[in-house]
Every structure is written in C-alpha cells, then in structure tokens.
C-alpha cells in the first residue's frame, strides 16, 4: 500500500456535468500527475502538478483541469462530462518532475451515462 | 500515441513456471519502468532500469533493457497465483519533457 490516497471510489455522473476528483500525495511527496486510464488500455498522462503549478500536460482538452494545494494534495477537474470520460482516473505522487518512481493511489472509476 | 507496447496482449502459465513479456517503443529514453496493477486498481512500482543498464534484479523478477533494439523484457521466476496482474512498461520521452508513457500492458495469468 502505497499512502496516496483517492476519493471517490466510484463515481456516477451524467453527461453534460461537472466532477471534481481528489488525491493526497505521499508524505514528502511535491509532484502530482493525474492519468486516465480507459478499460484495457494503459495509464494516459494527462498532466502533472508541481509545487502548485501546472508542469506538463498530456494530450487533452480544456475542460479537463487541476489544481495542487500547499499541502501538495490535488485536485482534477473535468467540465461537460462526455460518454467516452468513462475511465479509472488514477494520480501518482514522487518527488520531484522527472518520474524516476511514482506512487499510485487506487484510483477512482468513473462512469459517465 | 503510445511510446510503449507489450508483447504479448495476454499470457496464462500454469504456477511455477516463468513468465516473459516483452516491451517495444520508439524513441529514445533516459529510463524505462515496470509496473504491476491488480484488477484495475492502482498501478505498483516494480523495477526501473536506465539506459546505461543492460540488466537489472529484483527478487524474483529480471528485467533487460536494449537500447539497440529499443526493447526490453520482464522475466518473473517460480511464478505464484499472487502475480496474475496486468504489468505495463512505461518510458519517459527522453529529453522532450519528464512525462511518462504507458504501454497498453500484459494481461498475465498464473492457473492453479
């Protein structure tokens, strides 16, 4: 067990709506990156956060947004919930930009009707 | 796209045999890891080797790494049910940012 930890577990939404999802990083952690994982696939970067900035950003559209907290807990966003938004959400924490090891939480299913 | 894929899509051994998945990308790297996920949960940091290794050890899992080939491989010994998971390989972009890269992962199952 790693100490990131999700919340929600599992998520219902409708399309068209606002989700907002959590995670709190490791201890000592200062680097957040959320991932989108869609059934049988592999994790999709979508971006990271770093001392409350945003560095780097994977291959999505606006309305999927993140904040990081003095804490270096975060959040992530996503405006106007789309059917294909369905997916495990997950976020990783290290310390530091360069990704030598990430922690994963477990995850968050959402499912977007 | 993905930097990453894992050959093959899906293998099932009986226990105590050894199991191989093999990993292929593009472009070159500093770094390349493995990954294990159990029944779509979150993803568990195995081993990460870097591009000056060739070969790497971790109980019973062995990784290799060639950069030649641009590949790589996973080799679990004496496996048990524990290790039926889904394991991923994952490389950074090389100089282009820090962001990692995952393969769409081995789907391995271990029968009694």
């Known amino acids: 067990e790693t100490g990131v930890t999700q919340s929600p577990t599992h998520l219902i939404k409708t399309r068209g709506q606002q989700v907002t999802l959590r995670c709190s990083s490791q201890s000592g952690h200062n680097t957040v990156s959320w991932y989108q994982q869609a059934l049988g696939q592999g994790p999709q970067f979508i971006f990271q956060?770093?001392?409350?900035?945003?560095?780097g950003r994977g291959n999505f559209p606006p309305r999927f947004s993140g904040l990081q907290f003095p804490n270096y807990s975060s959040e992530l966003n996503v405006n106007a919930l789309e059917l294909d938004d369905s997916a495990l959400y997950l976020c990783?924490?290290?310390?530091?930009?360069?990704?030598?090891?990430?922690?994963f939480g477990p995850g968050t299913r959402l499912t977007v009707t | 796209s993905q930097q990453g894929e894992e050959d093959p899509q899906a293998l099932s051994i009986q226990e105590g045999e050894n199991a191989t998945m093999n990993c292929s990308y593009k472009t070159s790297i500093n770094n390349l890891q493995w990954y294990r996920q159990n029944s779509g949960r979150g993803l568990v940091h195995l081993i990460l080797?870097?591009?000056?290794?060739r070969e790497k050890h971790s109980g019973r899992l062995r990784v290799t790494l060639d950069t030649s080939k641009k590949s790589s491989s996973l080799l679990i010994t004496a496996s048990r049910a524990a290790d039926t998971a889904s394991y991923f390989c994952?490389?950074?972009?090389?100089?282009?940012?820090?962001?990692?890269?995952f393969g769409k992962g081995t789907r391995l199952h271990i029968l009694p």
């Open positions: 956060y770093y001392r409350e900035e945003e560095n």
């Open positions: 080797i870097r591009s000056n290794e």
């Open positions: 994952a490389t950074d972009a090389g100089n282009r940012d820090d962001k990692i890269i």
């Open positions: 990783a924490s290290s310390f530091g930009t360069v990704s030598y090891e990430q922690y």
